[in-house]
């Protein structure tokens, strides 16, 4: 367990982004609204923190950023209108997203990159460790990542981040680890952390994805750390820092991750998500493949 004993509860989300990848469909609704299939994307994460006993969650908004709480609130009227017609199935669907966790919401007034969303979540937080899920990842619920970054996190104290083995050509668009291995196949001891950076300079192909289990110490961290790449308050520095001198608050380690991943930040894997999870639907799926092998056959 961690130096505290104390359980993991409580996730964050930061959702306080413009989405301008995705205008104009963001232009007057959250990039974290748009669906994915037939849920918003961001539900899929509340829902990956549920299952992963973290029913205490923040979401970390700006401004037109409404429709997230009103998602994940309840909505008697349509309920009623759903319950008098006899529709239990589309009525049990509206009522899953209002009783997945117990939500909160706190205004990321001036965006100020991600560690500052961050440290936005500390007066909720408290001393205790702590997730954090970016909206743009979803990870497929068959894989369960987050409970194995909180049993190691629970192993080994200090924080836990998320990391996936990359094309070397493409590391230029995440965070990059220099990592040693430890006595677990899929966990990592990270030494440092470079923010996207260039092929030749990268200590190695293991790209960190939206996923970290954090050490409370790492608010007292983000409060000293000065902007970075972009201007901002990037996470990564923070981690870099905890990762050279672990007296700050305990090391910083990494679970490779294998398994399936979706990613809805960029248009074209917007696509793609939305095709795989599709096929994979036992209710959409038979139909879907039939009719997505036809089109390819025709079109190709």
């Known amino acids: 367990m961690t130096p505290s004993h104390t359980r993991i509860s409580k996730a964050v989300i930061p959702a306080a982004g413009l989405g301008t990848r995705f205008l104009p469909a963001t232009k007057a609704t959250p990039k974290e609204m748009l669906p994915v299939v037939d849920k918003p994307a961001i539900q899929y994460v509340v829902e990956e923190a549920a299952a992963a006993g973290l029913l205490d969650v923040l979401m970390v908004t700006g401004r037109n950023k409404r429709p997230l709480e009103d998602h994940f609130d309840r909505n008697y009227e349509l309920e009623e209108a759903l319950h008098r017609k006899g529709d239990e199935s589309r009525l049990a669907r509206v009522q899953e997203s209002s009783d997945l966790a117990t939500m909160h919401y706190v205004r990321q007034g001036n965006p100020r990159g991600l560690g500052h969303a961050v440290l936005c979540a500390a007066?909720?937080?408290?001393?205790?460790?702590?997730?954090?899920?970016?909206?743009?990842?979803?990870?497929?619920?068959?894989?369960?990542?987050?409970?194995?970054?909180?049993?190691?996190?629970?192993?080994?104290?200090?924080?836990?981040?998320?990391?996936?083995?990359?094309?070397?050509?493409?590391?230029?668009?995440?965070?990059?680890?220099?990592?040693?291995?430890?006595?677990?196949?899929?966990?990592?001891?990270?030494?440092?952390?470079?923010e996207k950076p260039d092929q030749a300079e990268a200590p190695s192909n293991l790209a960190i994805i939206g996923r970290y289990v954090l050490d409370p110490a790492v608010f007292e961290v983000l409060r000293k750390t000065e902007p970075?790449?972009?201007?901002?308050?990037?996470?990564t520095d923070a981690l870099q820092?905890?990762?050279?001198?672990?007296?700050?608050?305990?090391?910083?380690?990494?679970v490779v991750f294998k398994g399936r991943r979706y990613d809805t930040g960029d248009r074209g894997d917007y696509l793609r998500a939305i095709v795989r999870l599709a096929c994979e639907r036992e209710d959409l799926g038979p139909d879907f493949r039939a009719w997505l092998r036809s089109y390819v056959t025709e079109e190709m």
């Open 123 to 194: 007066p909720h937080v408290g001393d205790q460790p702590f997730a954090v899920l970016l909206g743009d990842d979803l990870i497929d619920p068959r894989d369960p990542l987050l409970q194995r970054m909180i049993e190691v996190q629970e192993e080994h104290g200090g924080s836990v981040i998320a990391l996936m083995e990359v094309d070397p050509a493409q590391i230029h668009l995440y965070g990059c680890a220099a990592a040693a291995p430890t006595g677990d196949d899929d966990v990592v001891k990270v030494s440092d952390l470079v």
């Open 241 to 254: 820092a905890l990762a050279a001198d672990p007296s700050l608050g305990g090391p910083v380690h990494g």
């Open 228 to 235: 970075g790449r972009g201007g901002e308050i990037q996470l």
